[in-house]
């Protein structure tokens, strides 16, 4: 039986547990707690240099979207960046089938595509789910407590790119094992 990890996002909006998925997403979970705490190695963009500290600390939420998601995860701020590398999706078992659907209160990587995962992560807010996108965005864990944060999160006046006009910050991420 695979240990249980949680974390929590420690926002300037109040805090949202966690409970990660290892037996879902080993790869994902791993690499989610390894750069929150500051154990993996990641390009700072600013620096373009090799850095090891926690990753999230200090990172907005870039993307907004009522009824839908809050992403972050991105050190540049934008949506574009991210630790300097890419890893698989783990979306399907061996059989081809689905692991995890994207359904409200799951945490799932953000992507360019397949395969192009790296720091970005979004929190589904849409109570129905985002089934559009099962299979394409490896979920890795669930919202246990705190989701009353991540709808204050999506309802935050933002630009018409969705960007929040206030800054909504990532404090820290707490892992507990």
């Not at 994902?28 to 620096?47: C, H, I, R, S, Y």
């Not at 090799?50 to 907005?60: A, D, Q």
């Amino acid at each position: 039986m695979a240990k249980t990890i949680s974390a929590v996002i420690k926002t300037n909006k109040g805090d949202i547990k966690l409970e990660l998925w290892t037996e879902i997403a080993p790869e994902t979970v791993e690499n989610f707690v390894t750069l929150a705490t500051g154990e993996k190695e990641w390009t700072d963009p600013k620096t373009d240099s090799l850095v090891r500290k926690p990753f999230y600390n200090g990172i907005i939420f870039h993307r907004v979207i009522n009824d839908f998601m809050i992403q972050s995860g991105c050190p540049i701020g934008n949506g574009t960046g991210g630790p300097g590398y890419e890893f698989e999706d783990e979306c399907l078992d061996k059989e081809g089938k689905l692991k995890a659907k994207v359904a409200y209160g799951t945490i799932a990587m953000a992507n360019a595509g397949p395969c192009t995962n790296g720091s970005q992560f979004f929190i589904v807010t849409r109570k129905s789910g985002c089934d559009w996108l099962n299979g394409k965005h490896t979920v890795f864990g669930k919202v246990i407590e705190g989701m009353e944060v991540a709808h204050t999160i999506e309802n935050v006046p933002r630009n018409p790119m969705d960007k929040p006009l206030e800054k909504v910050v990532i404090n820290s991420v707490e892992i507990i094992k």
